[in-house]
């Protein structure tokens, strides 16, 4: 068996409102709230969070928010930094994600002090890194991805490192119904863990999770979760419906 516990994490992005999430978190929990074979984390949009934190109260399923601001506090309308996630109960934060990246021009060192601050404040870290079409097609998907990891993770400790989850999201997979195939993802995840060894060794490289991302559905998930590397998904689409949600779950516990 892993070291590793998989991990299946959704990501709703902006849709449902507070009384909506609610809902769907109710049938997550009625569905997979008590199993530990696999953590589970839903983010909520930030409006959401408090309502859904109340929900899952007294079950395994864990909260995350999809963004944070690296600052404590001070004036930056409209963000949220780390505390107040860690008031309303988060665990874990999605921090630069492509849509982050693309529509909010959010930078490599910019991202690099969200993790940092995440993990000051003992949130757990979901950095995403993938890269474009374009530059798969150039064949630059491992220096893109190198770069955005190292970058991301400059300044973590050996001692916090464990306590970060790294997302594989090929950035033309997100949405799409194009999926990685798993020779793709594999081969970029083992890289990823490579890369890992190479920053905090081998001991703790084989302890961090590398989610796969980009239209993984129950259908793909079987194929993709049993690889060597292949640590959960960070679920966009199949997340927002408990039904698809709570099968890719019921997938990873399969494989475990
Ligand atoms: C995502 O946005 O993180 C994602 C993986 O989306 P989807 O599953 O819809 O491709």
């Given at each position: 068996?892993?070291?590793?516990?998989?991990?299946?994490?959704?990501?709703?992005?902006?849709?449902?409102?507070?009384?909506?999430?609610?809902?769907?978190?109710?049938?997550?929990?009625?569905?997979?709230?008590?199993?530990?074979d696999v953590e589970v984390v839903v983010c909520p949009p930030f409006t959401g969070l408090e309502s859904a934190a109340a929900k899952l109260e007294g079950s395994t399923v864990k909260l995350g928010a999809?963004?944070?601001?690296?600052?404590?506090?001070?004036?930056?309308?409209?963000?949220?930094?780390a505390g107040m996630l860690r008031a309303l109960f988060v665990s874990h934060v999605i921090l630069g994600h492509s849509e982050r990246r693309s529509y909010f021009h959010e930078s490599d060192a910019f991202i690099n002090q969200k993790v940092l601050a995440a993990l000051k404040a003992q949130l757990k870290p979901i950095l995403c890194v993938g890269?474009?079409?374009?530059?798969r097609e150039s064949?630059?998907?491992l220096k893109v991805v190198q770069t955005q990891l190292e970058a991301?993770?400059?300044?973590?400790?050996?001692?916090?490192?464990?306590?970060?989850?790294?997302?594989?999201?090929?950035v033309w997979a997100i949405g799409t119904g194009k999926v990685a195939s798993t020779e793709q993802a594999q081969e970029v995840h083992a890289f990823i863990r490579s890369l890992l060894v190479k920053l905090f060794g081998d001991a703790i490289a084989q302890k961090v999770r590398i989610l796969y991302g980009g239209s993984m559905k129950?259908?793909?998930?079987?194929?993709?979760?049993?690889?060597?590397?292949?640590?959960?998904?960070?679920?966009?689409g199949a997340s927002l419906e408990a039904r698809s949600f709570v099968e890719l779950v019921t997938a990873a516990i399969a494989i475990k």
């Open positions: 068996m892993s070291l590793r516990k998989k991990l299946i994490a959704g990501n709703w992005k902006m849709n449902k409102t507070a009384a909506d999430g609610v809902a769907l978190v109710a049938d997550i929990v009625a569905a997979a709230g008590k199993q530990n999809q963004n944070m601001h690296p600052e404590a506090s001070g004036a930056y309308t409209g963000e949220i930094s890269e474009t079409l374009a530059e064949g630059s998907t991301g993770l400059e300044g973590v400790s050996k001692d916090l490192a464990t306590n970060v989850v790294i997302a594989y999201e090929p129950p259908a793909n998930a079987p194929e993709l979760l049993a690889q060597k590397d292949i640590d959960g998904g960070l679920i966009g």
